[in-house]
């Protein structure tokens, strides 16, 4: 890991593993979740020093009072398959905080394209399940700097880059993933959270960057930022 005794805080853990695979004996690792899905985790993977659970809704903002956070250390958060189920209006007012408390962490997360939602729900619907429904989709990572000034866009990658297609899987899989792929209907997002002060800076510099290179263009120059 680039930063190796980080805080990495699960979102919508359920009971997911990932701690017991990627531990290197520094990581402090929290697993948030609402409080009976927390509990019934608890039956199954109980809490270690190094592994916590924390019992409460993700829009319920005071789990970040539950989080030891060292920014030196680092903070990376992550989400699988979890944001799909809520509106963008809900998503931005809890990232937005999150990169406020949290300056200078890392937000993962996969996320459909918008003709994917609407195709995931429909064979949804064919189950006759009308409680889980997708609504958050993103055709544009770059807009997700919109939510909150202290968010920047670092990747946006095609979710089954890197992954080897097994001849042992059916053909039909095999396709799915290219298809998926090339059309980006899935992807795995990674926002950092960075300071204003940094943010600040960043502007007035891209800002004195245009300003010469508006000057180069009335005198035929050329400048390059």
């Known amino acids: 890991m680039r930063i190796p005794r980080a805080t990495v805080v699960n979102i919508g853990a359920g009971l997911d593993t990932t701690f017991s695979r990627v531990d290197n004996?520094?990581?402090?690792?929290?697993?948030?979740?609402?409080?009976?899905?927390?509990?019934?985790?608890?039956?199954?993977?109980?809490?270690?020093?190094?592994?916590?659970?924390?019992?409460?809704?993700?829009f319920d903002t005071s789990w970040f009072d539950d989080v030891a956070f060292n920014e030196s250390d680092g903070i990376i958060f992550i989400s699988a398959g979890v944001f799909y189920y809520f509106?963008?209006?809900?998503?931005?007012?809890?990232?937005?905080?999150?990169?406020?408390?949290?300056?200078?962490?890392?937000?993962?997360?996969?996320?459909?394209?918008?003709?994917?939602?609407?195709?995931?729900?429909?064979?949804?619907?064919?189950?006759?399940?009308?409680?889980?429904?997708?609504?958050?989709?993103?055709?544009?990572?770059?807009?997700?700097?919109?939510?909150?000034?202290?968010?920047?866009?670092?990747?946006?990658?095609?979710?089954?880059?890197?992954?080897?297609?097994?001849?042992?899987?059916?053909p039909g899989a095999r396709l799915f993933m290219s298809l998926a792929d090339i059309l980006g209907m899935m992807k795995i997002v990674c926002l950092r959270f960075t300071l204003l002060d940094n943010v600040h800076t960043k502007k007035s510099s891209k800002g004195s960057c245009l300003h010469q290179q508006n000057a180069a263009l009335r005198t035929k120059g050329g400048v390059f930022c």
Do not use: H
């Not at 929290?30 to 270690?48: G, H, K, V």
């Open 87 to 170: 509106r963008e209006e809900e998503l931005k007012s809890v990232v937005a905080e999150i990169a406020r408390r949290f300056p200078g962490g890392e937000l993962y997360f996969d996320a459909e394209s918008k003709s994917a939602v609407a195709k995931s729900n429909s064979v949804v619907k064919k189950t006759g399940n009308k409680n889980a429904l997708m609504y958050f989709y993103v055709n544009d990572a770059k807009s997700l700097e919109s939510w909150s000034p202290m968010i920047r866009l670092v990747s946006c990658e095609p979710f089954f880059k890197g992954i080897p297609k097994k001849k042992s899987w059916s």
């Open 25 to 58: 004996g520094q990581i402090r690792w929290y697993n948030l979740d609402l409080p009976d899905a927390a509990a019934f985790r608890q039956t199954l993977i109980p809490n270690s020093e190094r592994e916590i659970g924390i019992a409460k809704s993700f």
